[in-house]
């Protein structure tokens, strides 16, 4: 006899040691998410994927599946928690759509489409902040980055290298790269580094390909995040 | 519908008049328009200040300058409903970055240092309207109603949020509709 878990009235299998996010993507339900892939340790930083367990408010990333969980996903109030959350993510960094290469990619932008997102609603910070470009192949711009420490994880897991952490809290938190001099140059990513590629935004850029796909003909121009998700993170968990 | 037409005043503030092209981009929609939409003050009529029973009121651009904050005041005194027009209007756009560097920096490459310059000074004319310190979105002045993302967005986009509109419904923009970029 499977173990079941309910979601918005599904019965839905699981298997023991898997997470509310692992159980829903196998069965195919998308859980608004950006922090969080499959192919890495679940952080549970970025909140989209607040789940009510119970009538209790719970990561669906982090928490494990268990009998007897009746799980709501979508609702409004869920939903416009999670609008609020990405409008803050926008506010807080830079994100101009127009000028950014990855307009279209970008996972952050495909979320706010997918929560029928079409302003930023708190005032914008305005905050300075800085580029590194001094990589041969690979650009960080921190007006974008959401700290959702893909990099840092992919960094860690599959480079089996060290190049990326979060430093300091609150509003001074940062992406900072483990080198000498702080520049990216100076550390050891190479441009075939998973962690190079993960940036569900467009903090993290390979150069000389960001127009290569045109504005119009990218993943989420015509597609919406959770079909092209349940691909990609859905059943085999293959990325 | 009534025979009284619908009053439509729209302006751009810090933008580029990208969206007002894209609006024409109606193109012969526009005769179709116009039978239920008479526009007020536009820069496509030249009337100069709002009529106080505007209905709707299009706002491409952001607010960088004291001038577009009492346009902007303006505006949502006299309309009904208030629209953000395009990703300046929503974020600040373009003109937003210039939020990263100070006022006088800027003054002083575009008017002093930079390269071709003749007879450098700072334009001080009492006429000109004062830069603000940060170029702003529109929501952070007034209360927006409704939000046309885009950079800019389709002349698609205005025809199904005015359709709607004209017809009573709540405007909703479907998926290949919304775009930040």
């Known amino acids: ?239 | 519908m009534t025979n009284k037409k619908v009053k439509v005043a729209t302006v751009s503030l810090a933008g580029c008049f990208g969206c007002h092209m894209s609006f024409l981009d109606l193109d012969e929609r526009l005769v179709e328009l116009v039978e239920h939409v008479e526009f007020d003050r536009s820069p496509l009529t030249d009337i100069e200040h709002c009529s106080a029973d505007c209905d709707i009121g299009l706002i491409e651009g952001g607010v960088c300058n004291s001038e577009n904050v009492h346009v902007l005041r303006e505006f949502r005194k006299n309309c009904k409903i208030l629209v953000a027009v395009g990703a300046c209007a929503i974020n600040g756009g373009l003109p937003a970055m210039r939020n990263h560097i100070s006022l006088e920096d800027c003054l002083n490459e575009a008017y002093v240092h930079g390269i071709g310059v003749e007879n450098p000074q700072i334009p001080n004319d009492v006429e000109l309207p004062l830069l603000l310190d940060k170029v702003h979105p529109i929501h952070e002045v007034v209360k927006i109603d409704y939000f046309l993302p885009g950079c800019p967005p389709s002349a698609d986009v205005f025809w199904k949020f005015l359709t709607d509109l004209l017809a009573g419904r709540e405007p909703s923009l479907n998926y290949e509709l919304v775009h930040f970029d």
């Open chain 1, 1 to 239: 006899m499977n173990k079941t878990i309910v979601i918005d009235g599904k019965v839905i299998p699981f298997q023991d040691g898997q997470t509310i996010m692992e159980a829903a993507a196998e069965a195919g339900i998308y859980i608004a998410h950006l922090c969080h892939n499959p192919q890495f340790t679940p952080h549970g930083s970025c909140k989209l994927c607040t789940v009510k367990v119970n009538g209790r408010n719970c990561s669906a990333c982090t928490f494990p599946a268990s009998e007897g969980q009746n799980i709501t996903n979508i609702s409004k109030e869920l939903n416009d928690d999670r609008e609020k959350i990405t409008q803050m993510l926008f506010v807080e960094g830079n994100h101009f759509c127009p000028s950014c290469e990855k307009t279209g990619n970008c996972n952050l932008q495909a979320v706010a489409y997918h929560l029928g997102m079409t302003d930023n609603h708190f005032p914008h910070f305005f905050e300075n902040r800085e580029v590194d470009a001094s990589h041969p192949d690979v650009m960080i711009d921190h007006n974008r980055c959401i700290f959702c420490t893909l990099c840092v994880r992919a960094s860690q897991e599959v480079d089996s290298k060290n190049v990326f952490a979060i430093s300091g809290r609150g509003l001074e938190k940062r992406l900072v790269v483990n080198s000498e001099s702080g520049l990216l140059k100076d550390s050891d990513l190479d441009v075939n580094d998973c962690a190079a590629h993960i940036c569900p935004t467009g903090a993290i850029l390979i150069k000389r390909t960001g127009y290569k796909v045109p504005i119009g003909q990218r993943i989420f121009d015509h597609a919406h995040i959770d079909t092209v998700t349940l691909a990609n993170e859905g059943a085999s968990h293959d990325e």
